[in-house]
């Protein structure tokens, strides 16, 4: 007979390592003062898509003065695009929202895509070319 139970708790003890230091890369870097527009992140969140981006940025949505932008990070400038579920887009943008919202209405800062620390996201304004 073979004895699982010491082989499934070092896989289990493992597995909480690994969500214990996930969880401390989610957090928000609030930056700036621009409206915030919930609205944009529920779209976001119910898309059953994948929101793909590359190292120069994908505009996911926009909403007057504000947009949730996505942008791939990691070593090296030829980077392949990447995906997240649109979801995920949109629960890294809630964390934004919920970290870096002031009390006049205003909200900026990045965060990764949930589960996706080679997607960063960034709810701000637009530059001067609109993305």
Known sequence: ???????????????????????????????????????????????????VTNAIGTVFRRCGNTIIVGMAIGSGANLPTISSPCKDVARGAGQIMDACSRADGTVMGQAPAWGNGSMILSVRAPDQNGN
């Open 1 to 51: 007979m073979v004895n699982l139970a010491a082989p499934i708790q070092s896989l289990l003890a493992a597995a909480s390592l690994a969500e214990a230091s996930s969880l401390e890369t989610r957090t928000a870097d609030c930056r700036d003062d621009h409206p915030k527009d919930p609205r944009r992140i529920n779209e976001l969140a119910a898309l059953d898509l994948k929101c």
